[in-house]
C-alpha cells in the first residue's frame, strides 16, 4: 500500500496563504487518484479537492473554490494544496488521501494542522 506524508501545515492570519504538499511512497504513484480532506473540531471529516491520477481532472468543494489549487507532480510523487486567502473557517486537520478510484480513497496520511487567525 501507499504511505503518505504531510507537510506544510501552521498558523497563518486570514487573507494569507499555504501550500500543504503530500509526499508518496512504496507504489506507483500514477495508480492513484489523490485527494485532500480537511476535519475541523466536532465536525466530520470532508473532501476539500480531488484530482485525477494524471492530473488533468480536478474537482473542489464549493467553500473553497476559487481559493484553492490542488496540483501533482508525479515525477516527484507528490500532491500539493495551494491555499490563497485563507479563512478562520479553514482551519482544520488536512489529510491526503490516495485511492485507485476517485471518490474512494484507503490510504491516508497523518495530518497535518492549518490554524488560520482573525
Known amino acids: 500500500q501507499v504511505q503518505l506524508v504531510e507537510s506544510g501545515g501552521g498558523l497563518v492570519q486570514a487573507g494569507g496563504s499555504l501550500r500543504l504538499s503530500c509526499a508518496a511512497s512504496g507504489r506507483t504513484f500514477t495508480s492513484y487518484a489523490m485527494a485532500w480532506f480537511r476535519q475541523a473540531p466536532g465536525k466530520e471529516r470532508e473532501v476539500v479537492s480531488q484530482i485525477n491520477r494524471f492530473g488533468y481532472s480536478t474537482d473542489y468543494a464549493d467553500s473553497v473554490k476559487g481559493r484553492f489549487t490542488i496540483s501533482r507532480d508525479n515525477a516527484k510523487s507528490t500532491v500539493y494544496l495551494q491555499m490563497n486567502n485563507l479563512k478562520p473557517e479553514d482551519t482544520a486537520v488536512y489529510y491526503c488521501?490516495?485511492?485507485?478510484?476517485?471518490?474512494?480513497?484507503?490510504?491516508w496520511g497523518q495530518g497535518t494542522q492549518v490554524t488560520v487567525s482573525s
Open positions: 488521501a490516495a485511492g485507485y478510484y476517485r471518490g474512494s480513497y484507503d490510504a
